[in-house]
């Protein structure tokens, strides 16, 4: 889906304005045209922008104070502002329901693409683990093993296949989220195209961003070394101390970079502008960022459990958790991206490489299927 402006005769920049059908609340929307997706805010619905919409003054969200005065007359209505209805911005409630509603309305392509690349990993690991395996069974029927040399190797191989796996699920998905923002439908050709011509971009970002937080970790251990060394039953509290510091720096400068990999991804960057982006995307907005990231992951961690109880569900449960938290990290980086910069569908399909198609992107509707 693309966005138009409406503009009068002197150039002002005009929105467009309608009453919701489920709270009849009046939603104000700049950049999208009749036909459009919006959202609204007081009920939380889906609502397509109706060819009776009026046109009005634009008032961007970002430019509109959260409580500002209104005349008595239209103290009965509460006005929606947007933005960019679709990327956002969101509360907190509306950031976890963003998570489920992309995981639920996209969740055919998306398990498509987690079941292929999890599923071909499955394939090949069973296949090194054969000679293993039959080493295994000469041992028991008192034979001399073959294979046994291999151990070492297949342990390596098996561990490079899962690093590997887990980097393209998440390129493909966090590609997958953002396509499916500009285009009704998931192209899996497309999704995978893209994934491999910006895997480098998210490797390299995962290297320099461990190197970081290695020699981060290294400076802070030092120093709390050095405390423990000194002696002296005030130095031992001085260590715990830098204990509980060193956990709390390190967790605040991991959720400050956690955004580093979707803009890596999204904007097609290098690793110290991705780990810039993302350090500036999070600033202000810690608590959001590290509450979404802890709630979706508790909830991944207890699914995870329940379906390790059982030997089958556990095979699969990295194919069906493994998205929410993708996902999660994507909707958080598009949503500081429209409260930050102002970042629209426009932008996006500029970053996917669409502009030399936007006639076309224009007219495709939201992912809301």
Known sequence: ??????????????????????????????FLRV??????????????????????????AYMVPKA???????????????????????????????IARVYKVNSVPILYISAILYGTAYVVQYLLAIPQLQSLTAMIEGQSPSGSDN???????????????SLLVT?????????????????????????????GL?????????????????????ATVILSAAGGSSAAGLAKWAMVIFALVIAYIFVRLSLAYPAALVEKI??????????????????????????IGLMVAIMGFITNLFSILGIVAPILLTPFMVICYA????NLRVLKDGYTLRDLECDLGLSSVASEAFDQPAAIY
């Open 202 to 222: 998210l490797i390299s970002t995962i290297i320099v961003m461990s190197i970081v937080m290695l020699l981060l970790g290294a400076v802070l251990w030092f």
């Open 171 to 199: 390129a493909s998905l966090t590609m997958a989220v953002a396509w499916q923002y500009v285009k009704s439908r998931v192209n899996l050709r497309v999704i995978f195209k893209l994934t491999f011509q910006r895997i």
């Open 68 to 98: 500002r005065p209104q005349p008595q007359e239209t103290q009965r209505r509460s006005v929606s502002y947007a933005v960019e209805s679709i990327l956002g911005p969101r509360s907190f409630g509306g950031l976890i329901k963003e």
């Open 35 to 60: 036909g459009d997706t919006a959202f609204c805010w007081s009920c939380g619905s889906y609502v397509e922008v109706p060819a009776t919409a009026s046109e009005v003054d634009a008032k961007p």
């Open 1 to 30: 889906m693309m966005t138009s402006e409406v503009q009068d005769q002197a150039g002002s920049t005009l929105a467009l304005s309608f009453l919701c059908p489920s709270c009849k609340n009046e939603i104000v929307v700049q």
């Open 151 to 165: 151990l070492g190797l297949y342990v390596i191989a098996s561990s490079v296949i899962t690093g590997v796996t």
């Open 270 to 295: 290098g690793p110290i502008r991705a780990i810039s982006q993302s350090w500036h995307l999070v600033g202000g907005h810690w608590w959001q960022v590290l509450g979404c990231l802890l709630l």
């Open 331 to 334: 909707v958080l980086y598009f």
